[in-house]
């Protein structure tokens, strides 16, 4: 299985190198992840294994969630991701995957949720530059300017074409960051050192991998 686990993000810290060097770095507490089912082309259709992270109480897990935990003799779990795999993997049901997995990775790609901004206009969600503020100019200083340009879709109506830059909700949303180092592992405490920040609030989860395209020699 190509490396990766559930994680929780813990917040941001510093790290020194062997040459005195500073580095910010993002802690995950990533894992312990339990294999919930190895799914098959006979039965599923596909190779791919499905982990779980963190146990849910009881009386918030409703009754598929428990007896799908079960058959891999855990608990329910709070976060659910699956992984899809090329052929076939060694792993089993309720077999414990922790952040040894990482020791000989040098770069990751964290997905996680951004941090929601709510209602923005469209200097701060699409980094317009506003109009003048000189002479003639009032109130309109953030404003976005005219959309007839862009407004009608004809043959379709006259309401405004999907994906115009305009104000609206920014953040909350899926993001993919890529090509992260990875500083260090903390097998003892399941915590690795990713250079650089994250998406998503401290506090909230993300699905870290071994990245897909970054262009790094293994670790030694």
């Known amino acids: ?10 917040g941001m810290t510093q790290v020194f190198d062997a040459a005195g ?12 992840c339990v294999v919930l089912q190895i799914k098959t082309p006979e039965k599923d259709g596909y190779h791919a294994v499905q982990i779980g992270f ?26 659910v991701r699956e992984v ?9 049901a309720g077999q414990i995957v922790n952040v040894s997995i990482f020791e000989q990775i040098a770069a990751v790609d ?24 000189s002479h003639g100019t009032e109130r309109k200083h953030r404003a976005p300017g005219s959309i007839g340009s862009f407004g009608t879709d004809r043959g379709h109506g006259g309401d405004i074409k999907k994906g115009k830059k305009m104000a609206g909700h920014m953040g909350a949303t899926r993001i993919t960051s890529r090509n992260h180092s990875l500083v260090g592992v903390d097998a003892e405490n399941n915590l690795l050192l990713i250079q650089g920040s994250v998406p998503g609030p401290s506090g909230s989860y ?11 020699k293994a670790k030694a």
């Open 54 to 79: 963190e146990d849910l109480k009881a009386s918030r897990a409703g009754k598929p969630a428990a007896g799908h935990a079960a058959k891999a003799n855990t608990k329910a779990k709070r976060v």
């Open 110 to 133: 964290v997905i996680g949720t951004s941090k929601g901004k709510g209602f923005q206009g469209v200097m701060k969600r699409h980094h317009f530059g506003g109009q003048c503020s």
């Open 206 to 216: 993300v699905f870290v991998r071994k990245s897909v395209t970054a262009r790094v």
């Open 21 to 32: 060097a500073v580095h910010p770095v993002t802690v995950v507490q990533a894992g312990p």
């Open 84 to 92: 899809r795999l090329d052929g076939p993997t060694d792993l089993t």
């Open 1 to 10: 299985m190509t490396p990766t686990l559930i994680g929780k993000k813990i």
